[in-house]
């Protein structure tokens, strides 16, 4: 049997030092805003002859009046060449905007069939509505999980159960947040998407070893010590949380892999931060909700003798 | 009842509503269409996605107005034939969210330049036979359809400016039994004759069919005089060719996926594992489903939704394996070790799935565009879950160990000691 209660400094040691290390990274990196929650403008032409980003810029500087960021991209199992034409927050274009960098640049590179690939536009206090929706939606489900698990869970102390639940989730959270940091992927609402499902499948995980917890303090009643309790019950149920995780790892990863070699943006900076998620879920679960909640109760006890 | 069918019976449901979800059936005038006819989003089979809101117009737009330019929208949409399209008014925020497909065999179409189009001001005009402007939109202050005074015709009832009765009172002079041709830009939209000359500004258009009908041209002829233009303040075009491709990968990568976590639960289950397989490719069906029925839009997001919930719904059949093995390691009957392992696994099951609901209801609530499918689809998947993976795997697990042959440990993975 694993002694989780008694190596707790160690597992809250390395959980510390990973939620530093993507703090250090925001400073680092900083935290970037995709287009949707900041607002600005993308557009994506798939070209065939050569191209100069730089020329490129200027050309679409002078259509438009706006600070252009142009750039190549080429991806050789598609065998496809993209010109991206970034534009920051505060120069989001317009539809007719649009059309004038489409007609500038086909007039500028007839040879090289531009094609639109795709493109999105958002005025920013549009991106600044979704942004905020999104962090509504983690903070209300944050809310409700902490509401059911302890309604459901006022056994063996419903308030501590759900406090050392939040905490794990808040664990997850910030480990999901730090490989958007750490890869450099912007927040989109691929993040509150992530975040969400990582919250709501890790406390699953949370919920099944407090199940177990609830289990055998009927069936050894006050005979042993919260830590044993714990310990017990984690071990128990162990080989279920590295399994189904394993499980979700799996389908998670299947879809990392082929989103990574077909070159699709935006199911990569969603599974990626998710199979990362997946580990910290089931992590946080065994390494850290049960030991504070352990912690919790002998607090609880000592104050009681006393 | 024997219930060694019950697994048979179980099996051989899953299969056929498996079938049903991947090819489609038609009973009648009844149809639930197959898995290639899901309909997608823009995301993947390519389009424009695009939230128009009033330039520059000081105050919020008032129903009435955004009815009027969601008819503009609709009509120069008729124009260019896009007839498979979404056009919804947001009342609160004053917008209008306009969907529709960019379609593959359409290469040279201009996607934003239908964009700037379609949120330009309507101009509408009443021409004579000869092509001669008699009104234009501003002329005509209000309209709106109606019954008749006998109540059996439904009418379009249009009131004049000052000048625009003036006008109007010369032209239907000199038009009687002629007709006078209403257009929207370049679009004729009615073409009513002039019965007898309208000299004080109230004009009728009769013999409209139905009250919809009325309606209808009622809100056209009002866009005329909108006082705004619209403009795309959020706007996603995909092209066809980006959107098909990355369905391919992701029914790829699902195919995959689903078979990696069958064989996963197989070699370390047995038994169990294989229960747990059929139980999955029956929960997937669900969700199949529930997409094809309601024709409920299917995005990127949404794929990766059902995938991850191809891992997340075997859950159900660890925990209640592991329940299974460690009851018959403690000396359990097998009957016994099975009806305990589902009884105190299910609560952690319930649990469970009811928070992953939670956000998944959160998601499709508060969730822009196409995360709203990926709430959709996992919401789907955690309530298949408690069909398949609970219910459904009980009976076949139950049944199956009615077999002698099958009522070795070992096949529930709990070693060759007990029994």
């Not at chain 1, 050309?59 to 991206?84: D, F, P, R």
């Not at chain 2, 005329?224 to 990355?246: E, K, Y």
Request: aromatic share 8%.
């Amino acid at each position: 049997m694993i002694k989780f209660y008694e190596h707790r400094n160690i597992f809250f040691t390395i959980s510390i030092c990973l939620i530093l290390l993507g703090f250090l990274a925001a400073f680092i990196n900083g935290i970037q805003l995709d287009i949707q929650f900041a607002g600005g403008s993308i557009i994506k032409y798939s070209y065939s002859s050569p191209i100069n980003a730089e020329q490129a810029e200027k050309i679409v500087e002078q259509a438009v009046g706006k600070t252009t960021n142009c750039q190549l991209q080429s991806n050789t199992i598609k065998n496809e060449k993209m010109l991206i034409v970034s534009l920051a927050s505060h120069e989001a274009l317009s539809s007719q905007e649009q059309e004038a960098v489409t007609a500038a640049l086909t007039h500028a590179y007839p040879a090289a069939h531009l094609k639109l690939s795709e493109s999105l536009t958002v005025e920013p206090f549009i991106g600044q509505h979704f942004f905020t929706n999104g962090i509504l939606a983690i903070a209300l489900s944050f809310m409700l999980i902490l509401f059911y698990v302890g309604f459901r869970f006022r056994n063996i102390g419903g308030l501590s159960a759900g406090t050392t639940a939040i905490i794990a989730l808040f664990h997850d959270m910030l480990m999901v947040t730090a490989v958007f940091i750490v890869f450099k992927i912007p927040l989109n609402d691929s993040f509150i998407a992530a975040v969400l499902t990582i919250i709501g499948f890790s406390i699953n995980d949370t919920i099944v070893i407090y199940d177990r917890i609830r289990e055998n303090q009927r069936l050894l009643g006050r005979k042993v010590s919260a830590a044993e309790l714990v310990d017990l019950s984690i071990n128990q149920s162990m080989m279920r949380s590295i399994n189904t995780n394993l499980a979700v790892f799996m389908s998670i990863a299947v879809v990392y892999v082929f989103a990574q070699i077909y070159d699709m943006a935006s199911i990569r900076s969603f599974a990626l931060p998710m199979m990362f998620g997946t580990i910290s879920g089931c992590y946080s679960t065994i390494c850290i909700a049960g030991p504070l909640w352990t912690m919790w109760q002998n607090h609880k006890n000592k104050t009681q003798i006393a | 009842m024997n219930t060694k069918r019950v697994f048979f019976i179980t099996v051989l449901l899953t299969a056929a509503l498996f079938c049903i979800a991947l090819f489609g059936v038609k009973i009648g005038s009844y149809e639930i269409k197959g898995a290639d006819q899901m309909r997608y989003g823009i995301d993947i089979r390519g389009g424009v996605e695009a939230t128009y809101a009033p330039k520059d117009l000081g105050r919020a737009p008032t129903e009435n107005e955004l009815e009027a330019a969601r008819t503009i929208i609709e009509t120069r949409m008729d124009a260019k034939n896009i007839t498979d399209r979404d056009v919804t008014i947001d009342k609160n925020n004053g917008k209008i969210l306009v969907r529709f497909p960019w379609k593959s065999d359409e290469a040279n179409f201009d996607a934003q330049k239908a964009v700037s189009e379609l949120g330009e001001t309507a101009r509408l005009t009443f021409r004579d036979p000869q092509g001669n402007i008699i009104l234009g939109g501003s002329d005509i202050t209000k309209s709106y359809a109606r019954l008749n005074s006998n109540g059996n015709d439904p009418v379009v009832v249009l009131e004049l400016s000052d000048q625009g009765a003036e006008k109007f009172a010369e032209a239907t002079g000199r038009l009687i039994g002629q007709t006078i041709n209403i257009y929207m830009d370049e679009t004729l939209i009615s073409w009513p004759t002039v019965g007898t000359q309208i000299t004080n500004g109230n004009a009728q258009i009769e013999h409209l069919g139905s009250l919809e009908a009325a309606s209808s041209l009622a809100n056209k002829i009002n866009s005329g005089s909108l006082p705004f233009s619209l403009v795309a303040n959020n706007c996603n075009i995909i092209s066809p060719t980006l959107g098909s491709g990355a369905l391919d990968v992701m029914v790829m990568a699902g195919k995959l996926a689903f078979i990696l976590v069958c064989l996963f639960m197989l070699v370390y289950y047995r038994l169990p594992g294989l229960v747990a397989c059929i139980a999955l490719t029956l929960q997937v069906t669900g969700q199949l489903l529930a997409l094809s029925v309601p024709q409920f839009t299917l995005t990127l997001p949404g794929i990766a939704g059902l995938i991850l919930s191809v891992g997340m719904g075997v859950d159900a059949n660890v925990i209640v394996s592991e329940r299974i093995k460690e009851e018959l390691k403690s000396g359990k009957t097998l009957m016994r070790a099975i009806d305990t392992g589902f009884e105190k696994a299910f609560s952690s099951v319930f649990d469970g799935n009811i928070t992953v609901i939670i956000v998944a209801v959160i998601l499709m609530i508060l969730g822009s565009g196409s995360m709203l499918s990926f709430g959709y689809t996992l919401l789907c998947g955690v309530i298949m879950n408690f069909v398949a993976g609970v219910t459904a795997s009980r009976l076949m697990i139950r049944s199956l160990a009615n077999f002698k042959s099958l009522r070795r440990p070992q096949f529930f993975g709990a070693g060759r000691a007990v029994q």
